[in-house]
């Protein structure tokens, strides 16, 4: 894929995200998927996700900044969401935060392979 089609297959997966469509999920994760260095595979990788969504709810992927270098993807994520309970081990509990995710992928015939990502846990500590 170049930049242009590799940046809008990536907008496509973050409207997958969005709409909860895990069905076509694999459309955008390898089987083999690895996250943070572990290999969690696709089935991992979707257990990961509907888990987040059910600790929060109202959770919505905001693209900030997106850099496409073949075959990798750069992107800073934004959120505004309220997080059930406890949160990346801070008590939330329900208080509407603010924070973004800086994360980055590598792709192997159109798919996430690799997946490394950081999310600002102290722009949530100021908040709480």
């Known amino acids: ?14 409207a997958c995200l969005n709409k ?11 089987d083999d998927v690895y996250y943070n260095g572990q290999r969690i595979g696709v089935s991992g990788y979707r257990a990961m996700l ?11 992927f905001n693209i900030h900044l997106l850099v496409s270098d073949p075959p990798c993807v750069a992107s800073r994520l934004g959120f505004v ?3 059930k309970g406890i949160f990346l081990g801070l008590p939330v509990n329900g208080k509407r935060v603010s ?6 992928y ?10 490394w990502s950081v999310i600002d846990k ?5 908040q709480l």
């Open 99 to 104: 924070f973004t995710e800086n994360v980055f």
């Open 20 to 30: 909860q469509d895990w069905p076509q999920l694999g459309q955008f994760v390898h």
């Open 1 to 14: 894929m170049n930049k242009i089609d590799l940046s809008n297959h990536y907008q496509g997966y973050i």
């Open 122 to 126: 102290a722009a949530i500590e100021a």
């Open 106 to 115: 590598q792709f192997h015939e159109g798919k996430i392979e690799q997946v």
């Open 50 to 60: 509907e888990r987040d969504f059910s600790e929060i709810p109202d959770l919505y």
């Open 81 to 83: 969401c309220t997080p």
